[in-house]
């Protein structure tokens, strides 16, 4: 016969997995949320959980950890500029500084996507998971823009390419916005836009058309940027930069 399944094994519109619940409210990761399930660390109204999968409804339930109250954590937003050399998770068994710790923030906050090793600028960090997962999702298609130090005088040919997009291993590209900010015989400073988030996707189209990536610096976010933020400073989303990135992934 079946097992049947406890109330906190039966998912509503209204519960989340009760991992993501402890993990948003800072209390471990993700993974080490659910060892404290498994150990019996875990009470749902008086109720030892144990088992997974496993819902909560954060507005109704009171959930414990060791005898302690768990609350969600007021949801905050930072803007990083991000300097080269640092790493955006928020594990990492090399031992190498993380955006992460660069923000004095009592909360377990995350980056809302990546910007690789050798890229610096704009990185947006928060504990708002849902909003996270929405500005990341390709279906939301928000811009990202990049100033780009490349090796070598970039050509018209290779700029024109770049704006109708370049063919990867995933696909065709989509289109790009591209300003040339300056260039000489042996190098070329470029600005672009683009609205796709395929991995080092900025390195690689350029590489695709002849020319090697120097430096890279993310600028924009939306509309969002690092203007008159030195390398390593962080600073709080405004009420209305928090706004409008609700609003643009509501469509």
């Not at 949320?33 to 008086?46: D, P, Q, T, W, Y």
């Not at 289109?175 to 395929?198: D, W």
């Not at 996707?201 to 924009?220: D, E, N, P, S, W």
């Amino acid at each position: 016969m079946a097992k049947k399944k406890t109330a906190t094994q039966v998912k509503t519109v209204d519960k989340q997995r009760l991992q993501k619940f402890l993990a948003s409210a800072g209390v471990d990761s993700r993974r080490k949320c659910e060892e404290l399930i498994l150990e019996g660390a875990v009470r749902v109204n008086r109720n030892v959980v144990d088992e997974l999968p496993a819902f909560v409804d954060p507005e109704k339930d009171i959930v414990t950890v060791n005898g302690k109250r768990v609350h969600l954590a007021d949801k905050v937003y930072y803007l990083l500029n991000k300097p080269k050399g640092v790493i955006c998770t928020n594990f990492d068994p090399q031992g190498r500084k993380k955006a992460i710790d660069l923000i004095d923030c009592p909360e377990r906050i995350f980056c809302v996507g990546r910007l690789d090793v050798e890229t610096s600028g704009a990185i947006i960090l928060t504990n708002d998971s849902k909003l996270s997962n929405r500005l990341t999702h390709p279906r939301y298609e928000l811009s990202k823009t990049y100033e780009v130090k490349l090796k070598g005088c970039i050509d018209g040919e290779s700029i024109e390419k770049l704006k109708k997009g370049v063919w990867l291993s995933e696909g065709k590209t989509s289109r790009a916005a591209l300003k040339v900010i300056n260039r000489t015989r042996t190098e070329s400073i470029v600005q672009i836009t683009i609205r796709q988030g395929l991995n080092r996707q900025v390195r690689r189209i350029f590489v695709r058309v002849g020319y090697k990536v120097k430096a890279l610096k993310r600028t924009h976010i939306g509309n969002i940027n690092i203007k008159g933020m030195g390398i390593g400073q962080y600073k709080k989303l405004t009420k209305s930069q928090v706004e409008y990135l609700k609003k643009i992934t509501e469509k």
